[in-house]
């Protein structure tokens, strides 16, 4: 009886440390695919406004740091950026 009271309270800790340990490692997965996911989003805004612009030899270099950028502000990353490049040239 003893021995069966045990083996419980054994199967609960270990279960209460997996949870523990999953919600542990499972917010950063979360945070980095949301940033990657972003990342991909803005590398497609600037891509969009590379093929827009191309009509008027206007051209923002796609790489990881602008798409980062454009990827966590959105819209106004994007804006910022141009202006940007229109100040520089």
């Known amino acids: 009886m003893n021995m069966d009271f045990n083996n419980i309270i054994a199967y609960i ?3 209460f440390f ?7 490692f499972i917010v950063p997965i979360k945070t980095i695919a949301k940033l990657i996911i972003n990342s991909i989003l803005g590398g497609l805004i600037i891509f969009i406004i590379n093929l827009i612009g191309s009509f008027f030899n206007f051209h923002i270099g796609l790489n990881l740091i602008t798409s980062i950028f454009v990827g966590l502000l959105g819209i106004p ?6 202006i940007i ?3 520089i040239t």
């Open 13 to 15: 800790a270990c279960i």
């Open 18 to 24: 997996l949870f523990i340990f999953g919600k542990i």
């Open 77 to 82: 990353g994007a804006i910022v950026i141009i």
């Open 85 to 87: 490049k229109l100040l």
